[in-house]
């Protein structure tokens, strides 16, 4: 995707979301409000996409603003969902774009042959293995996680260890491309990728983890990781927009922030990815460690300090 392109997307649809916002377009103040839609929004796009992990950080944001209608509404919560998560989705489609129907076609093609021989033969299998053990956690242990994961103080802990799982595997030799991995890889990827239901392990810094522990280099790892976003999250809408959007009976007061939250995400999303790839050719991914270590003090200094409950 044009770096100009880019851009001009990412503004346009940020600039759209707060013109939604100022204007209140299908704001409802006894629901999710447009500007707290923006925000999250805002949030999502950035950590999905950096290894800080967004689930993490769509329950910290509403604990730390007291803004409690998305818990207690958990109907209007999973619309919501689809619509971050919608966002985040056709970012990283539009960025890789290319490679995505490279990679689709290379798929098929050894389907035709029935062997892999390429470089983007074995890049696109890998996506695929690695898709299936993150599926299956989250058909089978979803509704588990949600009902025993992600109070704060559980985030704050998870936060904590992937800042430090993250600092010991980018201390790996960076020998590797994406082409260079096989299938045995695929199958440990996707088995650290299911940890990522877990709010707090975060989905792209485990993936981008296992990767520098498979001595991939700091972009590869992060291409990677975004191109196991895509059938990941694909599924994951297919199944919560199906149920909760076309076939299940709309909350009231969904229209504005779906919208808003959607665009926001969308275009924070692609800002998020093109800077995250120019960031890592040239650094480590330090500056991650050291911010989810200092999201961690600052939740536990609230439940210490007894400004917020350890839970939510």
């Known amino acids: 995707m044009r770096r100009s392109l880019l851009y001009g ?48 950080h769509l329950i910290l944001v509403p604990w730390g603003a007291e803004w409690t209608y998305l818990e207690q509404n958990d109907r209007f919560n999973q619309t919501f969902d689809v619509a971050l998560h919608l966002g985040t989705l056709v970012a990283v489609a539009a960025y ?8 689709i076609r290379a798929f098929f093609g050894t389907l035709g042959r029935r062997r892999i021989e390429s470089p983007d033969e074995r ?10 053990p993150a599926g299956v956690a989250g058909l089978l242990g979803e509704d588990t996680i949600a009902d025993h994961l992600g109070e704060p103080w559980q985030i704050a802990i998870l ?21 260079d991995l096989g299938l045995r890889h695929a199958v440990a990827m996707g088995l650290a ?23 991939l280099d700091r972009d590869s790892a992060a291409r990677f990781s975004f191109l196991l976003l895509l059938p990941t999250v694909l599924g ?45 050719r040239r650094h480590t991914y330090d500056v991650f460690v050291v911010y989810r270590l200092i999201a961690a003090a600052i939740v536990v200094l609230l439940i210490v300090s007894g400004v917020r409950a350890a839970t939510f």
Not at 123 to 132: G, K, L, R, S
Request: charged share 10%.
């Open 9 to 56: 997307a990412a503004t346009a649809a940020l600039g759209l979301a707060v013109a939604l916002t100022l204007i209140g377009a299908g704001d409802d103040p006894d629901a999710l409000t447009n500007g707290q839609a923006l925000v999250l929004g805002v949030v999502q796009g950035l950590t999905e996409l950096l290894p800080i992990s967004s689930s993490g």
């Open 123 to 132: 890049t696109a299998w890998f996506v695929v293995v690695a898709t299936i």
């Open 193 to 215: 990728q299911a940890l990522a239901l877990a709010p707090g392990v975060s989905r792209s810094g485990i993936t981008i983890t296992a990767g520098r522990l498979m001595r």
């Open 236 to 280: 994951a809408l297919v199944l919560k927009g199906v149920g909760d959007v076309l076939l299940g009976d709309l909350p009231p007061g969904w229209q504005g922030p779906f919208l808003v939250g959607a665009l926001a995400s969308l275009g924070s999303g692609l800002l998020a990815i093109d800077w995250l790839l120019g960031y890592v």
């Open 159 to 179: 936060l904590a260890a992937g800042a430090g799982l993250l600092w010991w595997a980018d201390r790996s030799s960076q020998e590797r491309s994406m082409g």
């Open 96 to 103: 890789f774009w290319s490679d995505l129907l490279r990679l």
